[in-house]
């Protein structure tokens, strides 16, 4: 994991640069070694500072992955391949594995403005809320979803969604050694529950020493694609520089 959290200032602006790069391998038996995680993301905000309570934001986010992306099964598998209309392309008899994605694919980018207000703020504990108008964007560019329920490769949907955006940014610091961080953003393209969209991490970091930590996180999701909420967990031996 390369992961970059940097701030630039200047008089009344604020830009917060914030990127992460992830790649992960696993060996499967002898020989078989899979890739188990590869993401790209970059996270630009400005913050024209007015007060300390209230200040309007921009801000710009994209997200893929550098490498194709295989589905692999653990038996001979047969699947049926579908159009988004849920029409029948192909069956496949006996699969070991099926390509999801191709590199660059998908690409996923977000946009919003509005105003950054300051819930808390103190040493230990600083919590900011964002609320404003926002917009998703998905560019399937042939990418797949493998239902393992009904055996179905289903194509990610290209889609735009606009909405009322809101973004809940944490962070609590215990002593030197914990830092626990939080985020939570989703959008409300209309009122029913059931279009919403939202992605969320939870961090928890141990400080070992000034530049070695140990990193727990958690990540949760819920896109147009998937209706059903998904996540993922990691714990990571992180080595860090500050410049």
């Given amino acids: 994991q390369w992961l970059t959290d940097a701030r630039y200032e200047s008089g009344r602006n604020v830009v917060p640069i914030w990127s992460n790069i992830e790649q992960g391998l696993s060996l499967q038996g002898t020989n078989d070694l ?36 295989y589905h692999r099964f653990e038996d001979p598998t047969d699947f049926t391949e579908v159009t988004s209309k849920g029409d ?11 390509k ?39 560019y399937s560019r042939g990418a797949y979803v493998f239902n393992k329920d009904t055996k179905q490769l289903i ?23 914990v830092i626990f961080t939080t985020q939570f953003d989703i959008l409300l393209p209309e009122a029913k529950t059931s279009t919403w969209v939202y992605d969320g991490e939870n961090r928890l970091r141990l400080n070992l020493s000034s530049n070695v930590s140990i990193l727990f996180t958690h990540e949760y999701w819920r896109d147009e694609t998937l209706k059903k909420n998904q996540s993922r967990y990691q714990t990571l031996l992180r080595f860090s520089r500050f410049l």
């Fill in 34 to 69: 899979r890739k188990y995680i590869d993401r790209a993301e970059l996270r630009l905000t400005y913050i024209c500072r007015l007060n300390e309570y209230i200040n309007p934001y921009l801000r710009f986010g994209a997200e893929s992955s550098f490498f194709k992306t």
């Fill in 88 to 98: 029948t392309v192909r069956v496949v008899r006996g699969a070991t594995e099926v």
């Fill in 100 to 138: 999801t994605a191709g590199a660059f694919s998908p690409i996923l980018l977000k946009e919003g403005f509005g105003a950054t207000s300051t819930l808390f703020r103190s040493v230990p504990v600083n919590f900011t809320l964002r609320s404003g108008y926002g917009a998703r964007q998905t």
């Fill in 155 to 177: 194509p990610v949907y290209q889609t735009s969604l606009t909405g009322v955006e809101m973004l809940l940014l944490g962070d609590i610091r215990i002593g030197r050694y």
